[in-house]
């Protein structure tokens, strides 16, 4: 096969290697406009699993990365002079001028034909006697863009600027320096990549950029400027800069994230930063570019490779055999840009705790993960945890208690509301109820939460959901709190509210929502007359009488839910309900005092919580639950509503907001995997400076251990989890060695024995 591949960089230098291997027959051609050796960064880094991955497929060329490297394992996480250090994190560093002439000395070894000084365009036709032309031109791909339409291009430029430079200072570890200017923050990426330099990349919001100056500084200026800034960690050695041919701010950039739906056409293919980027804080570009290489080559050599039509098969092969891992990386890149474009949210947490949420930023690093990798520094963290929650020391985040108000949940995990639809025609609860949440109360979580009980019977989902909308209906909770509190610590939670343009629908089965309406539907109200859903019942708008009604039932509803012994009252303000409805411009349309803005569309929410805070007793939490993403781009809720919401509602007297998402529209494409709400609750606790829960695709204590270090909620909702297995706290307790954990007696000799299978499994694991 004959091979032009359009870029001289890593990526396209190791396919050519990965071809030739395979079958030294292959003409490979590598087309580059540099000389050889010119680069224009300093040193990349890869994780020690790249390397592995690198011998497997040629040892000649991993072993002699292997003698030209820097090793570390400490990352250390400076703020404003304060530094976490942690270790076990396994990281190489080199050179890329040295990767390049390792590559390009392969290469030639293997017979690869290189054209340096060799310019190309985005016109094919030159290469047209190829076989195959592979574009590895790089993140500014001409090939990509001239031929946009057949790659389904997605690109996105992020806010943060940033300039690659280098330094002789040699780091011992790869460290992040935070720096505070009165400009705003300004922070370093910093690695050691050979014996005499450290690459030392700095970034900065677009804000403090313009601040400190240097969109008008010449490139001297700017590392003059660099050197002030983080003067107390370079040790007097300069900083340098190899973009010479760049002038001024153009030595700044903002990254691109390149995400390409196809991957080829025909017979060209993209390959590395041409198909898709990641962004340099999780130091995964050049292992995304060795590792499509080698993909790409693997297909490559499969047997029945003879004609165009089995060459267009294998390279779609390529980008779906290839693209699982690559969208993985490129959501923990997104999850780390964004950190990063967030500095300001964390920037007051204790170094412990900055640090902490720094090293788990991507969600590729877990709790435990960093257990393994440096146990007493995460021990330390876990020790200041309990410490800022009165806690013993040694006791993990999820397993320490919290108080808000009067009220000490025990521990920081919640059964979140769940319909069960199961009640009777009265809205009373039945024996299930007492089974179902009997079972939840007595499983050790620190809260438990009703599902959502209608403050009137008009306030219902379905003629299956119970109520607080009657006298009669506060026994069989009242039954139901004392068996929980006989039980054990854990608190019971009343959700209360009113269903609005949800109403009215068929109880569903197998666990779907409930959609459909009752053929006989009773009367709707909602912000507005617009139904649900297409072909739902249409409400009536609710008028101001209509509301005071409204505001009344939700108060009567909370002095039931004090009379029945509930212990938490939270006020469901989310999921298309009636009070969700006049929230979101997607259901609110009204042209009155009650709609338009933020301010009329929070109107009639807040006086409800402002009535229902006067009448619930004030040693007694209130929390509300609120859809914080409508997950319908611009037509819902602004990207900093949810903020300003949850500010509004804590200063009606929301103690906590509980954090969940859409259901506001029955064409909302949430964009869902593990956590997927828990970037909402962080930005709300963060920046409107609350008490959130989180929920959401929250499976295990990992994750929720990691939430609560992170500083992402002060509570970690399980719904589904919970379904099968009301113990899951208990045995998530006993699994933590947690013998003091609150459990009920007659379960104790069961969690004791839990206790010790957990022990043993841990030391067979350790011997």
């Known amino acids: 096969m004959r091979v032009a591949c359009l870029g001289g960089g890593p990526a396209g230098i190791y396919f050519a290697i990965s071809m030739k291997l395979r079958n030294p027959g292959h003409d490979i051609h590598v087309f580059e406009r540099n000389r050889s050796g010119d680069t224009f960064g300093w040193g990349v880094v890869f994780s020690d699993q790249t390397l592995t991955n690198l011998t497997a497929n040629d040892p000649v060329s991993a072993d002699r990365i292997r003698d030209s490297f820097a090793h570390w394992d400490d990352i250390a996480v400076t703020l404003d002079g304060r530094t976490e250090v942690s270790s076990g994190h396994g990281f190489i560093g080199i050179g890329r001028k040295r990767l390049l002439q390792i590559l390009q000395a392969r290469a030639a070894e293997l017979d690869v ?26 993140v500014n791909s001409r090939i990509r863009t001239r031929y946009a339409d057949r790659f389904d291009i997605d690109i996105q430029t992020r806010r943060n600027r940033f300039t690659w430079l280098g330094t002789q200072k ?64 370079l040790d007097g050695k300069p900083l340098l800069s190899n973009s010479a041919h760049l002038r001024g701010s ?6 691109r994230r390149v995400l390409c739906g196809q991957w080829s056409f025909d017979n060209v293919v993209l390959l590395g930063d041409a198909a898709h980027t990641a962004h340099f804080s999780i130091g995964s570009g050049t292992k995304l570019a060795l590792e499509d290489a080698i993909k790409l080559a693997e297909v490559l050599d499969r047997p029945g490779l003879d004609n165009r039509q089995a060459l267009t098969q294998a390279l779609k092969d390529y980008r ?37 949420a720094l090293l788990t930023r991507s969600q590729r690093v877990s709790h435990e993960n960093l257990r393994l990798r440096d146990g007493p520094w995460l021990g330390r963290v876990e020790d200041w945890f309990a410490g800022k929650a ?35 025609a009265q809205g009373r609860v039945t024996d299930f109820h007492l089974a179902h949440y009997g079972a939840r109360g007595l499983g050790g979580a620190g809260l438990l939460m009703t599902e959502m009980l209608a403050v009137s019977p008009e306030g219902r989902i379905t003629p299956g959901c119970p109520g607080l909308y009657h006298d009669d209906q506060i026994a069989g909770w009242a039954r139901i709190n004392a068996l929980i509190h ?7 939670c009343a959700q209360i509210g009113h269903s609005g343009p949800r109403g009215a629908c068929a109880a569903p089965q197998d666990g779907r929502a409930a959609t459909t309406p009752l053929d006989q539907p009773w009367p709707l109200v909602a912000a507005s007359d617009r139904p649900w859903g297409e072909g739902g019942v249409v409400p009536a708008a609710l008028d101001e009488a209509g509301m005071d009604a409204v505001r009344e039932a939700f108060v009567t509803a909370a002095r039931r839910a004090e009379t029945a012994g509930f212990d938490v009252l939270e006020l469901q303000a989310g999921h298309g309900t009636l009070l969700s409805s006049f929230i979101t411009p997607l259901m609110n349309h009204r042209q009155d005092a009650y709609g338009g803005d933020l301010d009329g569309r929070l109107r009639f929410p807040l006086s409800v919580v402002e009535a229902v805070r006067a009448a619930w007793p004030g040693a007694k939490p209130l929390l509300v639950r609120i859809s914080a993403e409508d997950w319908m781009g611009e037509a819902g809720l602004a990207s900093n509503e949810a903020v300003e919401i949850a500010r509004r509602l804590a200063a009606a007297g929301a103690d906590l907001i509980d954090v969940s998402s859409g259901e506001t529209h029955p064409d909302a494409r949430p964009v869902t995997g593990r956590m997927f709400q828990t970037p909402l609750s962080d930005r709300i606790r963060n920046e409107a400076s609350v008490r959130t829960m989180a929920v959401g695709a929250v499976t295990e204590a990992d994750q929720a251990n990691a939430i609560l270090a992170a500083g992402r909620a002060d509570l970690v909702a399980l719904g589904r989890p919970h379904l099968l297995d009301p113990a899951w706290t208990l045995k998530a307790a006993a699994a933590a060695g947690r013998r003091e954990h609150p459990t009920p007696s007659v379960y104790r000799a069961g969690f004791d024995q839990l206790a010790r299978q957990a022990r043993s499994a841990a030391d067979g694991a350790r011997a």
Not at 204 to 219: A, I, K, R, V, Y
């Open 113 to 138: 034909v290189m054209h340096f000084e060799t310019e190309f365009g985005d016109d094919l036709e030159p290469y047209a006697e190829f076989d195959l032309i592979v574009a590895a031109d790089g």
């Open 170 to 233: 040699l780091f011992d570890a790869f460290a992040f320096i935070f720096e505070k200017t009165p400009e705003g923050w300004i922070w370093a990426h910093a690695y050691r990549f050979d014996e005499t330099h450290s690459t030392f990349i700095v970034e900065c919001s677009p804000e403090t950029w313009e601040g400190l100056g240097f969109e008008d500084m010449s490139q001297e200026e700017t590392l003059a400027a660099c050197e002030r800034i983080f003067a107390r960690h």
């Open 250 to 255: 153009a030595s700044w950039i903002n990254f």
């Open 320 to 356: 779906d055999e290839r693209q699982v891992e690559v969208l993985k990386i490129q959501n923990s890149a997104r999850n780390s840009t964004e950190w990063f474009e967030n500095i300001d949210r964390y920037a007051d947490f204790d170094a412990e705790q900055f640090a902490y």
């Open 390 to 424: 009165d806690a013993g020391a040694g006791t993990p985040p999820m397993f320490t208690p919290l108080r808000l108000r009067d009220a000490k949940l025990p521990n920081r995990i919640v059964v979140a509301p769940m319909q069960t639809y199961q009640a009777d």
């Open 486 to 492: 006989a039980g054990g610590e854990t608190l019971a």
